[in-house]
Structure formats: C-alpha cells, structure tokens
C-alpha cells in the first residue's frame, strides 16, 4: 500500500492546527513522501493559513511530478448535486431475510427454460423498487472527513461487536499487560517489521493502537487489508501494555449462513454495463443482436434489464481519448444511446446507473443523470439511479455498483485475491469488507457526504459491477456475483495497459433459481 490514507493526513494536519480541503488532502495522501509533504506545507504556509488549499498546497509542493494521484478526472460535465427522492426499500436487513435456500448452483450453462408470455397482469411499479439516490450534504471539508469515517466505523463495527469483546483504543492503552483484549478499529497503517511480522495499527474515535500479528496462517488476511476499512481484532497485551500480539482477526463479511432470497415466478433479468456509445469501438452489431434477441420468444420471460454505468464514451476520460471518438458530443452521445435503448423491447423495466465515463461527477457516490439527461434518454421510460444503487426485483436484491473500485482492489491486492481474470472473485474483497470502494486517497475517488453511501448495508442477493470489460460470475455465501462485460472492443488506451476485454456478453440471471445464463452477441 504505497498511499499514505487520506485520514491519516487530516489527522497530521489537525495537530498542526490546520484544516483542508478535499483536493488538498488528496494532494497530500498522494505525494510520494506523505509526511515530509505535510511537514513543507505547514512550514511553508503563510502564517494566517487556516484551511489549506489544493491551490497553495501545490504551489508550495511544485507541480514538479512529486505529487501522484491527482490525474484522472473527468472534465466532461458536472451536474452538482442531485435531487432527493423518496425511496422505499422492501427489506431492510438482507440477513433476516427467509425464501427458498440458496444452495450453490452450476454458474453457468444451465439450459434456457421454456419462453414464457411476458407478465402483464401486474403494474411493474409494485414489484421493483430502486434506491440509492441521495441529496449530496459533503462540502468537501475536514469536517465531511470526520463525518464520514466516523459514519463509516460506527456502521461497520456494529457487524463486528459479536465477534469481538470491544474495548475503546483509549482504554486498551489503559488496560494492564497480559490482559486478553478486542478491539475494533479501521486500517490506519499496515507494515511489515523486520522480524518478518505485520504490525496493524487500528483506530476507532477514541484513538489508535498498535497491533502485532505473528501468526502465519493470518496471513492472507493480513494481505488483504486496504486502508480505512474497519477490522476487529482479537489477543493479549504485551508486558508493557503497549502493543497487542492478534490472535485473530475478523472482517465484517456477509454471515455463511447467509441464503438468498428468490423471485415467486419465473422471470429473467439480464445485466449489463459498458456500452460505450460515442467510442469507435462501440460494437453496436453486438448491441443490437442482444436487442433482436430480446424480442424472441426465447427471451419473453427477461422482463428486466440493468445497466451498470458507462453508457457513453463520454469526453476527455483520457489522453488521446478523442482520436477514437465516433461521436465527438458529449450530449450526442447519448442521443445516440438512446437510440439503441429503443431497439430492446418496450415493455423491458430498465434500471441505469452511471459509470466513469459518464456525464456526472466522477466522485463515488455518483448522483444519477441529471433532467437534461434523463430527457434525452426518456424513450424507455428507464429508471435512472446514482451510482451505487440498490434494485429490489420481484423480492430479489440487486446491488448495483459501477466499479471503479475493483482497479484499486486489483493493483493492490495480491493476486490470488483480485484479478482481471476472476473479477467476481474481486467482488468478493468488497463482499466480505462490506464496502463498495474501502480506500480513501487511492486511485478511486470518493467525495465525502454525512452519510457514507457506499457502506454494503445489508447483503444483496446479486452484486452486480461491470468497468473491467471482463465477464465473470462467483457466488460467494449465497450472494451471485456478477461483472457483465462490455460492448465495446478493446481500444487503443487499453492495448497500452494489456487488457482484452470481453466483448457482448449479456449474463441472465432467473430471479426464481438465481441460476445464471450467459450469452454472447458477437
Ligand atoms: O474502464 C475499462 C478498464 O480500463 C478498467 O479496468 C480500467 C481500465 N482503465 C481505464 N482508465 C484507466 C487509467 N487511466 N489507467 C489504467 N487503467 C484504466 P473504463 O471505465 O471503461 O475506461
Ligand atoms: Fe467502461
Ligand atoms: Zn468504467
């Protein structure tokens, strides 16, 4: 883990008196030598520096290279923030829910059951709900820092209580040595010592401690830690009371016995994601042999169609980008979109989150397509949600996330635990931390809101994530997790990084049996 945390830096900068902004965080939690980049900036402020500016912090750090992480923003358009909207959510704790036992299936080729008519009888508004929209509160200010980690801890260690007997970080430090303790904490710091150990520090609103881990068979879990996520660990003080010696350690996880809720009928949803219209790439053949597909009898019982983000190309998302633009408007983009939207069957329900390359804030949560977007793409009536967002089908959860996040997981997990390869099996890091995106100050950007939205409150039936263009399926303790692929042929700027993605694969889940169909259209 070479980035220093972005909670890391608020603290340091607290104890020297001084307030952030975002952007001057995530300046600092990027530089190559976090703590001499603190050190130089409040040296250097101007005496009557409260809050330091992204501006003055890299005029004081240069903008000589030495300041990683701050590439990578989407200029296209920004829609502010997003309209509130009453939600209503039919579960409220996936892990009290009953339905027919989710004994692991075949994950894929399970033969196509019998085309049954579509169900018209009942009005679809009673049977999928979506939720996720949210009035974004966060200022960007250290106070939404606070606000948010500390929203984080408190949600996260309430999966944690019964695993641990928790003592606050400030009265371990009080405790005698050799006493037996618990502590819940979030990530502050991992390094190896030495000795060929791992030394955790854990920090929960109390403060920080130390926590020492010499058993080898935790290692693989050790190795899995990212930053900021919320662990509970369990042992014996040291002599001195200084140090805690792990005898294990605990992620907060969906609960093996955890079984999947189903749908009462027969009925089919197909997910999908990265479209990519407005790309010369887009494989709008693929596309459109998916829709005709659709209006077969084979198909008549797929009343569902989830989008999970990038439905455009979108516009300077990266250098050169525009070379291999077919349409060169951000807004022509997704008329054009809209236009292959028509081509699947009318009476589809379709739920649309946006991505990365889409015309909203790049920063997670992602609120949904604005009016002037959602005008456009009004043909298909969809229903249109922030980024991440949970749909509830026929009483079948559907955990909707982009993905983003699943880059960072790869590039800094090891590589039996994330992969391009194994994307559902990446999902699985997010499962068991319950969170969408555990990093703050990594590649992934988050914007800091009272609330933290991409917690994994309670657990969904089908976790669906597209962004790596790579087909994969994993059911991990009864959840079906899915990543769907794309629709566009590899490009230029993903030849240079080595990834081939998989192209017009649309994965069909039966909401009855959960068993997962995949198609190809190319
Ligand atoms: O993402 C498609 C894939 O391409 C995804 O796995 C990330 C990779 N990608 C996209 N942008 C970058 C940058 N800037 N560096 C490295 N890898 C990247 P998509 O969201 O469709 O572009
Ligand atoms: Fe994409
Ligand atoms: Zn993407």
């Known amino acids: 883990m070479p980035r220093d945390s972005h909670a890391r830096v608020v603290r340091a900068l607290a104890e020297r008196g001084y307030n952030a902004d975002r952007e001057a965080v995530t300046l600092l939690a990027g530089a190559d030598d976090t703590s001499a980049a603190i050190d130089l900036v409040t040296e250097a402020a101007p005496d009557d520096t409260l809050v330091l500016s992204a501006q003055l912090v890299d005029e004081l750090l240069g903008s000589s290279g030495s300041v990683a992480g701050t590439a990578g923003g989407n200029p296209s358009v920004s829609t502010g923030d997003s309209p509130t909207e009453s939600t209503e959510t039919v579960r409220t704790s996936a892990d009290e829910t009953t339905g027919s036992p989710g004994s692991p299936r075949g994950d894929s080729g399970s033969p196509e059951p019998a085309g049954a008519d579509r169900d018209t009888g009942t009005g679809s508004a009673d049977r999928i709900t979506v939720t996720g929209e949210f009035q974004s509160t966060g200022t960007g200010e250290y106070e939404d820092f606070l606000a948010v980690f500390r929203d984080r801890y408190e949600r996260l260690a309430d999966h944690l209580r019964a695993r641990v007997t928790h003592r ?32 955790v520090e854990l920090e929960d609103t109390t403060g920080r401690f130390p926590c020492l881990v010499t058993d080898e068979s935790l290692a693989d879990e050790v190795r899995s830690l990212l930053y900021d996520e919320v662990i509970a660990v369990d042992g014996q003080l040291s002599d001195d009371a200084g140090i805690m010696f792990v005898d294990s350690l605990h992620v907060p996880d969906v609960p093996r016995t955890n079984s999947p809720a189903t749908a009462d009928r027969p009925v089919r949803a197909a997910l999908v994601s990265d479209v990519h219209v407005g790309s010369d790439q887009f494989r709008a053949d693929a596309w459109e042999g998916f829709a005709d597909w659709l209006h077969t009898e084979a198909a008549a019982d797929v009343e569902y169609l989830l989008i999970a983000g990038d439905m ?17 408007d ?18 589809l329900e379709i739920v649309m989150i946006p991505g ?20 456009i793409m009004r043909a298909h009536d969809a229903r249109i949600s922030a980024n991440p967002s949970t749909v509830t089908i ?57 609330e933290d939205h991409m917690i994994i409150k309670s657990v969904p039936d089908i976790f669906h994530t597209g962004h790596v263009h790579k087909l994969g399926y994993h059911r991990y303790h009864g959840v079906l997790a899915i990543n769907s692929s794309c629709w566009q042929s590899q490009t230029g700027f993903q030849e240079s990084v080595n990834l081939e993605p998989d192209v017009g694969y649309a994965p069909i889940v039966d909401l009855q049996t959960l068993d997962l169909t995949v198609r190809q259209f190319v």
């Open 394 to 450: 026929e009483g079948v959860s559907v955990l909707m996330y982009h993905g983003v996040s699943l880059d960072e997981l790869i590039a800094e997990l090891p590589d039996d635990r994330a992969t391009y390869d194994a994307p559902a099996e990446t999902m699985t890091q997010l499962l068991r931390k319950r969170h969408l995106a555990p990093q703050y100050g990594g590649s992934t950007r988050i914007a800091p809101e009272a």
């Open 168 to 199: 606050p970080a400030a009265t371990i430090a009080d405790m005698s040595g050799g006493s037996d303790a618990g502590l819940i904490g979030m990530v502050a710091d991992v390094r190896s010592t030495a000795g060929g150990n791992w030394l």
């Open 356 to 375: 990365n390359h889409d015309a909203v804030r790049l920063a997670e949560p992602q609120p949904a397509f604005d009016e002037q977007l959602r005008e």
């Open 312 to 328: 455009v190309e979108g516009i300077g998302v990266y250098p050169g980008q525009d070379e291999e633009l077919s349409i060169g």
């Open 330 to 347: 951000i807004y022509d983009q997704y008329e054009q979109f809209s236009e292959h939207l028509k081509s699947v069957p009318g009476d």
